[in-house]
């Protein structure tokens, strides 16, 4: 089941240059930057309430992220994340429906939890995640 907006991941050409805004600006606070090798980004994420903002910013031309801002020079919201407390029904449920999947098996995000992506041509426009920690749901998913 989803239990909430989770987070929304957020483009940005340099951590370095965006972090200042978040920070000084709004008045948020940092996680500590986190390298995450399956999705080829750097990642920040910031706390508003019980919703994260997470910033991503491209480790390889080739990577999604650096594709996106190719499109969007400006950077922008790249993505929605809903946290679900059972990813593996959550992607059967979107597949039975015949939503296209990006990842048919959850991968390793950032923060220690496991996400998987459906593709936005099945999602009207929206790139769209699922999350869950790891802790829950038994982590057997392999
Ligand atoms: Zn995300």
Redesign the pocket.
Known sequence: MLKQI??L?IAVRSLAEAIPYYEKALGLTASAVEEVPSQRVR?VFFACGDVHL?L?EPTDPESPIAKFLEKNPAGGIH?L?FRTDDIAAQLSQAAGAGVRLIHEQPID??GGKL?AFLHPKSTQGVLT?F?MPKAAGGGAHH
Do not use: F
Request: net charge negative; proline share 0%; with cysteine.
């Open positions: 989770d987070h991941g990642t997470e991503l993505h994340a995000g950032a996400v995640e999350c």
